[in-house]
């Protein structure tokens, strides 16, 4: 991840992640374990505090696609200059459930 211009404190534990976009614009805290399956998309930044748990098939998307100009979609590119998503210190983001995980009593 360093290589790759991801900033980040000390003990990171990740597992295979599935996408790093704009890695850069990505700081992490102290005590960071990732699952695998990630997909962290930093258009506009991604801060990640300290002691943090982030489960698998978790998607964190900082930007959105450009939809304001009269041309095709895959010309217009991602917006910029919108906020970063910010994760505090001791939070868990658990894992994406999909519908074939679902419990039929619930």
């Known amino acids: 991840m360093r290589l790759l211009g991801v900033k980040f404190g000390k003990n990171l534990k990740t597992l295979p992640i599935a996408i790093i976009e704009n890695p850069s614009e ?32 978790v998607s964190l998307i900082s930007g959105d ?27 868990w983001i658990g894992e994406k459930i999909s519908n074939s995980k679902r419990s039929k009593n619930w």
């Open 26 to 57: 990505i700081k992490m805290g102290d005590d960071v374990w990732i699952s695998r399956d990630v997909a962290l998309y930093a258009t506009n930044g991604i801060q990640i505090g300290n002691d943090v748990i982030i489960a698998r098939d």
């Open 65 to 91: 696609h450009a939809y304001s100009r009269s041309a095709l979609i895959r010309e217009q590119g991602m917006q910029k200059g919108g906020n970063p998503i910010v994760i505090g210190n001791d939070v």
